[in-house]
């Protein structure tokens, strides 16, 4: 499996018949190349996923349940620089996806919030990966306040239900976390829950998506990737959200999700 968030989200992307291209930094080691290898077998676009010359790839060490024992090494993919994020021109996509992880220093941070305004400004879409509680769990005050440019720019986001506890505290419910960030700026939040439901808040509206048959979210980001998929094929976003959570629930069984094909939608 590819480690990072945007390199998950876009193998996702891939995976279901997107075409998919991802602007990110690996370093120069062995772990760069296996996840540029395994970006290039699924067809994904590389041309701006670039190299650190003598830089590592950052790596998690995480304990299955246990968020208070990971622990990240940062790498080349935070060096992003703004100057090296394509231009409209260069890259015309229906769809501008960024990882929260990439907020979290600079000058990523910048490169990030200028993509998410660089699609906004030129009428496209901008979408937010939140990622709140693999990165920020210890701050949530600090987490908002560093999302909020983000939040403002895009106009589709998903998270967890872990994410949404992050950073609006255990007692909050996800109703209640997804109608505060869309007040933030978002037309459309999806939170995807422990147990594979799914809420869908769109235009001051929310959607709630029970889980219908039994098994937990294998890739927390199958579903957001999903989701994001069925979006840009001109998918109306509840249609979307079911897509999200049918996705979600696959991706920890054995077998290739089946790819969301035009002729489908």
Known sequence: MLGGGGARLAAHG?????????????????AGATVRAALTRLQVDTRWLGTLAGGRTTTWHEAPGRPGARRVDRGADL?????EVPLAAAAPAHLTLVSGYSLSVEPARSAVIGALQSAAARGGRAALQLDAELLWWTNPRMTRKVLEPALDAAHSIALTAADARTLFGPRATSREAIRELAAMGPHLVLLIEDDGGVLLQE?????????????????????????????????????????AQRHALRS?????PAPIRRQAL
């Open 14 to 30: 891939a995976a279901l018949g997107a075409r998919v291209g991802l602007c990110a930094k690996t370093g120069s080691d062995d």
């Open 79 to 83: 060096s992003l620089r703004l100057d």
């Open 203 to 243: 235009g001051g509206r929310a959607h709630p998506l029970p889980v219908e048959d039994t098994g937990a979210v294998g890739d927390r980001y199958a579903g957001p990737a999903a989701f994001w998929v069925a979006l840009t094929r001109g998918m109306p976003a509840r249609r979307a959200a079911e897509l």
């Open 252 to 256: 920890g069984r054995p077998g290739a």
